[in-house]
């Protein structure tokens, strides 16, 4: 699904004065020098791919984002200026950094680096892609959606309380290559992120490079920016890739509850295939956490639906949403989204015997409170429009291990979701 790079990923190796390398985002240049938590690496390659263009945000954090709460608020404003609602009528301003500039990575080589990187850690788990509509032969290829609350590194090391996970687990410069691992194994078309704290160093100048397009809108007052050390704000993220879709509409949200404005963002973005000429709208949400909150969300999912409603002209347009909407079925705004006009069905339900039941879990981790094994992330799409080809399977309890998750095999407290879309052939033609 990856386009195929158009130059060899050894470009990486910069031609510039020896122990210097340009950074492609910003075209800053910092010495050359392994990060000091990082185990010796085996190619220097990953040096450059994974690890330099994290200078550009590091030396960002260094006179403006790493020095505690005061100045991260600066760095905050400084994101937000990127995604204001100005910017959000006008896509422009909203794409990265010319990917033109930028040198092509080979996503197989970074796998292999990430590998390289990981050489110390218990080999990732195997899962499963379960085929749903085997019957139902499409022209097109289908479209891949991850859906991923990848933990933020600031919340994991300083405010989630994960009892059971050894702080060597979370060292940042290897939990990234688990997450890029786990994004470059599975290949997806749409990558829908939550928890994103690593966007502007990490996320945005190595996915570019492997051909997406993204976005990032960060929360108002992310609690990452109370952590100590912290490398700016979390938020939602959205990546496509750019040979296959053209950005129609792009929308930065921030969503209200009962007409006030609360601290959750959504992103949604009108795409066209370039194969079939098709549009669809894909959305990327993280309602607020935590029990007590259940009215406050399902206000939060109203809002989200009503944007949705206008966005895609009153379901005309198919709809696919994904997210971290911290509420299990049982919970109102589940059921809102369930019953909406929309017209959406939950894609992990299809992986159920009836295709009535979401999986068991989606999220499990030990806090001091106790273990926490909930459902709460989702994919939701437009069942008149939309075909679920296939989905993920979860990991099992036996993989998850008795110290649940985050872990040395897996770097989040949450599951990746990964569905393969296409088109229904009654809507051919129309959208
Ligand atoms: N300084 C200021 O003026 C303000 C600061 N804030 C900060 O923001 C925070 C609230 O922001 P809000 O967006 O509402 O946050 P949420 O309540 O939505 O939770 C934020 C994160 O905490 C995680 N979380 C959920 N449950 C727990 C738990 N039991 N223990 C630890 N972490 C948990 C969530 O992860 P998941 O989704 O994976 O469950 C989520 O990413 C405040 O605590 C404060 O730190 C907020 C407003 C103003
Ligand atoms: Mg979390």
């Known amino acids: 699904m990856f386009h195929s790079p158009r130059r060899l990923c050894s470009a990486l190796l910069q031609r510039d004065a020896p122990g210097l390398r340009r950074l492609p ?95 110390t850690r218990p080999p990732r788990f195997q899962r499963d892609f379960v085929d749903l509509r085997t019957d139902c032969p499409s022209t097109h290829p289908p479209i891949r959606v991850m859906q991923w609350n990848i933990l933020a590194q600031a919340l994991g090391e300083g405010k989630d309380n994960f009892v059971q996970c050894p702080v060597e687990a979370l060292k940042w410069e290897e939990r990234k290559c688990l997450i890029l691992e786990e994004i470059l194994a599975y290949q997806p078309d749409i990558l829908c992120l939550q928890e994103v704290d690593h966007y502007f160093d990490t996320f945005q100048p190595l996915l570019s490079r492997l051909g997406y397009q993204g976005t990032f809108f960060p929360k108002p007052w992310s609690p990452c920016l109370d952590v100590e050390h912290n490398n700016g704000p979390d938020g939602c993220a959205l990546f496509f890739l750019q040979n296959r879709f053209k950005l129609v509409n792009s929308a930065n949200i921030r969503l209200t509850a009962m007409t006030l404005k609360t601290n959750q963002v959504a992103i949604a973005q009108t795409l066209e295939c370039k194969e079939s000429g098709r549009q669809f709208c894909i959305a990327v949400t993280h309602l607020k956490a935590r029990t007590g909150w259940e009215r406050f969300r399902s206000a939060q999912g109203c809002d989200l639906l009503q944007n949705l409603q206008n966005i895609t002209q009153g379901a005309k347009i198919p709809l696919i949403v994904c997210g971290d909407f911290n509420a299990e079925p049982t919970e109102e705004v589940y059921k809102h989204f369930a019953s909406s006009s929309l017209n959406l069905n939950s894609a992990y339900k299809l992986l159920s015997a009836d295709g009535q039941s979401e999986p068991p879990y989606t999220t499990w981790k030990i806090r001091t409170s106790g273990e926490c094994r909930h459902t709460l992330d989702y994919i939701w799409y437009s069942k008149h429009a939309l075909n679920v080809r296939s989905a993920l399977d979860l990991l099992t309890e036996e993989q998850i291990g008795p110290n649940r998750l985050p872990s040395f095999n897996y770097p989040s407290d949450h599951l990746s979701l990964v569905c393969d879309f296409s088109f229904t052939e009654e809507t051919d033609g129309l959208l």
């Open 25 to 119: 985002a910003t075209g800053l240049r910092r010495p050359l020098s392994p990060p000091a938590s990082a185990p010796r690496p085996a190619s220097p390659r990953l040096l450059a791919a994974v690890s330099a263009a994290s200078g550009a945000a590091r030396s960002c954090s260094r006179t403006a984002c790493s020095m505690g709460t005061g100045t991260s608020r600066l760095y905050s404003a400084l994101a937000k200026t990127l995604n204001s609602s100005a910017a959000s009528q006008h896509p422009e301003y909203l794409v990265s950094p010319d990917p033109e500039h930028l040198e092509p990575i080979d996503p197989k080589e970074l796998l292999e680096e990430c590998r390289a990187v990981l050489h």
